[in-house]
């Protein structure tokens, strides 16, 4: 049995129709709630939808678990209950890496690019582990990640009560089918692609540097099926544990996704600029680029996905056809 926290969501929803496909016995474990979340998991039923505040009870009558996926989490950048934050980013997964090392179950995590910061500089998004202490995040999500990861490596580092394989993925940004319920925190090709479909120009933020013109900034942008392989990877070779980046190692600035977009819509290239909220000034990465050498060096081979081959598969295969689901 494989135990996928965060299993109805957007990355979880996607790994748990992998693993259905593989054979291997689901249970999910999040809230479906009343809206439209429940057709992520529509054409790969689970075995079983836990609520979170019964899982303390499913794990105590559960013979074996061979890994748990933890990709539960607020996830929202801009959350500003501190306490409700830990619970569910900190406490909650402390809690379940010592399950899982005192039932001998492999843990695999969701981390966050998030924890970088303003991070800035040739190796600002190293992965190593002796840099992980001095970033800087620069907001609660970021932080309550942050806290986890060093958490992580330090009980590595003293090998007490450490899963037989843990993973830890900071997921840079991640796009593809099934995220349609996160609101605010859906991914900029799919609020892109919506304008454009309806018409507008793709909307842009002007830049809040004065060094980086408008359009300028730049993200390392993940397809969700690169996501999910590597997570497979890691459940296939148990003999990898670490806290990894997770992206593609190439930064790709937003004009280049609004032209994306559009190209893969069949619209012309209409962009339009906007001042960025006051909410998010100060507080936004104009550039994150995973650097991949670890994971690379861990034995991951995989190619990663393009921008345009991502963003055209996403438009093409779902978006565009009325069936937007995995």
């Known amino acids: 049995m494989i135990i996928v926290t965060g299993g109805a969501g957007f990355i979880g929803s996607c790994l748990h129709a992998a693993l259905t496909e593989r054979g291997e016995r689901c249970v999910i474990v999040d809230r479906l709630r009343d809206a439209d979340k429940w057709r992520n998991l529509a054409a790969h039923a689970p075995d079983d939808i836990i609520a979170p505040e019964a899982l303390d009870d499913f794990l105590a009558r559960t013979p074996k678990v061979n890994a ?6 607020i996830s929202s950048t801009t959350a500003r209950d ?3 934050v830990w619970q569910s980013n900190v406490a909650l997964s402390a809690k379940l890496w010592t399950w899982c090392a005192d039932h001998d179950t492999r843990f695999i995590y969701a981390s966050s690019a998030a924890t ?3 991070a800035d500089g040739p190796d600002a998004f190293s992965d ?3 840099k992980v202490a001095t970033l800087q995040p ?3 999500y970021g932080w309550s990640k942050q806290v986890f990861d060093l958490k992580t490596l330090r009980a590595a580092g003293t090998g007490t009560r450490v899963p037989r394989q843990w993973a830890g993925l900071k997921f840079f940004n991640v796009y593809g089918p099934n995220e349609y319920h996160k609101g605010s925190m859906i991914s900029v090709v799919k609020v892109k692609y919506d304008e454009v479909a309806s018409g507008a120009p793709a909307r842009l933020f002007r830049s809040d540097r004065a060094d980086l013109a408008d359009g300028m900034q730049a993200r390392d942008f993940i397809w969700v099926g690169d996501v999910v392989r590597v997570m497979l990877w890691l459940y296939d070779h148990p003999d990898v544990s670490g806290l990894f980046n997770c992206g593609t190692g190439v930064a790709r600035t937003y004009l280049d996704l609004a032209h994306a977009v559009c190209d893969a819509a ?9 001042d960025m909220p006051q909410a998010l000034r100060g507080q936004y990465q104009s550039y994150t680029c995973a650097d991949m050498t670890r994971l690379r060096d861990a034995g991951y081979a995989e ?6 081959d991502g963003i055209g598969r996403y438009v093409r295969d779902y978006l565009a056809t009325g069936r937007p689901y995995l």
């Open 138 to 140: 620069l907001n609660l």
């Open 82 to 84: 501190g306490d409700l």
């Open 68 to 73: 748990i996926f933890h990709l539960g989490a």
């Open 116 to 118: 970088y910061g303003a």
């Open 128 to 130: 190593a582990p002796g």
């Open 266 to 274: 069949g619209r012309p290239r209409d962009v339009a600029f906007v």
């Open 303 to 308: 190619p990663f996905t393009t921008l345009e």
